[in-house]
């Protein structure tokens, strides 16, 4: 049964279309190169619509040539000495020259060369963006080229192996053929890209590798998020939260998701001192660099701690934003970063820099290295109790802290009346700070509908007018009264909670989990929290079971795609193989009790300890044995066949000395027996063709002597047929 009377030529030039098409759809889903891949997708389609009737109109060859050979000096000369960007140029030239080849006449070689071109656009589209939709164009890529590269073949076998008289009517006859295409060749060809794939991650998965993003210069793009540069108007957080883009993902071990309130985790990023009535800012500027040995990859943090603290251990993977600023749970203790083999050979030390003023982190160089931006953390979260609290003398604490965070901007006689009617209670600062935080928590309410309030005074907006607003609000306006009060302060701005994904047993934080809250000095235990805001009015998740399980799902692929596939290499490797030595020795044994999940981590640090060089190399041997040995029996064959195309080949050559010389569409068979029937029986070449046989298709061997033996007694048969 057919699929449909489309010949054969017709599926040829569909498959070959519709590579072309995945190849550049790979770069256009990208969102790059906009202009030069519609170009190309919409002069495929012509060529898809009106075959080669399209290039009735095309000029010669040699015209498309010379244009060729001029856009590649142009993108040459734009690559060393104009935009100097040499992968992105390179980029253009293969999408151009695909068109080119497209719209030039085209023979055999010029089908490789444009199956070949459309091969490395889905390469190129890997080095532009390595997000997981890549995944989709590549699997449709493989199904099809299964399909196209199949026909091509057999277009090509028949055009190579027939006579010149007989070529065309041959080829004219397969293009329209509609027997050759049918169910049961796709079905073969499906099956076929399947055992593909499957060996290409096998192939992926067992051979030593680093990972290759460490060799691109290009990373994704940044995402626009403002307020982490030390400076943030009071808006700004009120916008940041009509935005659910993901800003970090943090992984937690799995026993202590259950231990731990979300929504009592602040993910802190910087601070503000200085406000003027409208924007916080930083009054100065004191970063400097401090660096991580590549060996170690080991930020050890010099904040003070606290009796009864409570530790927790997490990993940070943070999207490329245009602040790269490293964020922490409360009081950050350790970093920890691993580093591929590949980076700490290009560069010693990780570029850090540290604010001491400010409490905040920032990193140097994430356009080059965007593995900065996944590391794992230590840090003592919560607040000491307040019994400590209620101890601290603060009257002892520096002058220049005072005037830092005691500065008050000019502010409304009536603002003035509603702080001095605050009715603050208790001796210690502690107790002090408490009761002006309860006032606002009771007096005010939250909102993140706060329109642009224009040239209004937001102080006087927030405490007199509207009576409401978003945490930048409720932070500011506590600072402002703790400062009234001559109580030390500052703005803080982070993020809060974060969306639980109970498929990968991560947190997903988003842009509008941004928040602002304040922090109170405290002599000897620093800057502590307080956070006016509702416990629950910063939370923003996706609403709707349905949609909130298909996003979590589909984050979870993509943090697994980047995580085992883009980010891939010899220490994940390292990962993987102890884990399955461990599952294996727990069958053997036969405790079955723990499952095998591969997807998620074990303490890294440990197993690259447990696991020596030596070990490894053993491991990942135990898997490459097999191949290794499957690739030198396929070299000893190759070998073996090499053998009798040269026996072979002495023959034929014997043959054509006089005169008879093997046409390429004849087999062996066919020639020895028109020999015979010109010159009689001949049993020299009856035992040469048939050994020829025996070992191509039989695999019987026979020994070089045996061979010359029959050869000789073929020059003798040939000389006595005179």
Not at 205 to 216: A, E
Not at 239 to 263: F, G, Q
Not at 277 to 295: L, N
Not at 442 to 452: A, G, P
Request: charged content about 20%; aromatic content about 14%; some cysteine.
């Amino acid at each position: 049964m057919r699929i449909t009377s489309n010949t054969f030529g017709q599926y040829l030039h569909w498959f070959s279309c519709t590579l072309v098409f995945i190849g550049f759809s790979a770069i256009l889903i990208t969102n790059s190169y906009f202009t030069s891949v519609s170009l190309g997708v919409f002069f495929t389609t012509l060529y898809f619509i009106f075959g080669d009737k399209l290039l009735r109109f095309s000029p010669p060859r040699s015209v498309w040539n010379i244009f060729a050979v001029i856009i590649f000096v142009y993108l040459a000369y734009q690559s060393f000495f104009g935009d100097l960007d040499l992968v992105g140029n390179a980029i253009s030239f293969v999408v151009y020259l695909q068109i080119v080849k497209i719209l030039s006449p085209k023979d055999i070689r010029d089908w490789y060369q444009i199956y070949l071109l459309s091969f490395l656009h889905i390469l190129a589209s890997t080095t532009i963006s390595s997000d997981m939709t890549f995944a989709v164009p590549f699997i449709v890529y493989l199904i099809v080229a299964t399909w196209t590269l199949t026909l091509f073949n057999i277009r090509l076998q028949q055009e190579t192996t027939s006579s010149s008289s007989t070529r065309h009517s041959l080829i004219d006859r397969l293009l329209r053929s509609t027997d050759v295409v049918t169910p049961r060749f796709f079905a073969t060809t499906s099956l076929l890209s399947v055992f593909i794939m499957i060996f290409a991650l096998v192939i992926f998965f067992i051979f030593p590798r680093i990972s290759m993003k460490n060799f691109l210069r290009r990373v994704s793009p940044k995402q626009d998020i403002s307020g982490y540069s030390g400076e943030v108007e009071l808006g700004t957080i009120g916008r940041i939260k009509e935005n659910n883009t993901i800003a970090l993902r943090v992984e937690l071990p799995e026993k202590t998701i259950d231990n731990v309130d979300i929504e009592e985790l602040y993910w802190r990023g910087t601070s503000s001192d200085y406000f003027d009535g409208k924007k916080w800012s930083q009054s100065t500027s004191d970063r400097h660099p401090i660096y991580v040995d590549a060996d170690d990859n080991i930020l050890k943090t010099k904040y003070p701690t606290y009796p009864g603290g409570k530790i927790l251990e997490y990993s940070v993977l943070l999207e490329a934003l245009n602040t790269p600023i490293l964020f922490a749970s409360d009081r950050l203790l350790r970093v920890t970063w691993d580093k591929p083999l590949i980076e700490k050979f290009l560069r010693r030390s990780l570029g850090i820099d540290y604010s001491d003023e400010y409490g905040s982190y920032h990193f140097q160089s994430t356009q080059n290295f965007s593995s900065d931006l996944t590391y794992r953390a230590e840090s003592m979260i919560g607040q000491p109790d307040a019994e400590l609290l209620k101890l601290v003398d603060n009257s002892n604490i520096p002058y220049s802290l005072k005037q830092t965070y005691l500065q008050l901007p000019p502010l409304d006689k009536d603002v003035i009346e509603v702080l001095k009617n605050i009715p603050v209670q208790g001796e210690t600062v502690y107790e002090r700070a408490r009761s002006i935080q309860s006032f606002i928590e009771n007096n005010y309410d939250y909102t993140v509908d706060v329109q642009d309030i224009g040239i209004k005074n937001p102080m006087r907006f927030f405490f007199l007018e509207r009576k409401k607003g978003h945490c930048g609000y409720f932070s500011t306006a506590l600072i402002v009264a703790l400062r009234y009060h001559e109580i030390p302060s500052r703005q803080v701005i982070g993020f809060r909670g974060g969306d639980y994904n109970p498929i990968g047993n991560y947190l997903a934080i988003r842009q509008n989990d941004a928040h602002g809250w304040a922090e109170v000095y405290f002599h000897k235990y620093g800057w502590i929290r307080f956070d006016p805001s509702p416990a629950s009015a910063d939370s923003m998740t996706l609403q709707g079971s349905i949609a909130k399980s298909f996003f979590q799902m589909t984050d979870y692929l993509r943090l697994r795609w980047n995580k085992y596939i883009v980010e891939y290499d010899l220490r994940s490797q390292a990962n993987i193989i102890e884990k399955i030595g461990k599952h294996l020795s727990t069958w053997i044994k036969g405790d079955n009790s723990k499952d095998l999940d591969l997807t998620k981590d074990s303490d890294e640090e440990a197993t690259i300890k447990k696991i020596s060089f030596k070990n490894l190399i053993l491991m990942v041997s135990f898997f490459l044995l097999p191949i290794l040995g499957l690739l030198l029996y396929l070299f000893i064959k190759k070998t073996h066949k090499q053998g009798i195309h040269r026996e072979l080949k002495e023959t034929l050559r014997i043959l054509a000395k006089k005169g008879f010389k093997k046409e390429r569409f004849s087999t062996i068979r066919e020639f020895s027996d028109e020999i015979e029937d010109k010159l009689g029986a001949m049993p020299s070449l009856n035992h040469l063709t048939n050994m020829y046989y025996e070992e191509r298709f039989g695999n019987i061997s026979h020994s070089q002597g045996e061979w010359q033996k029959q050869l000789n007694e073929l020059k003798k048969n040939l000389r006595a047929s005179k």
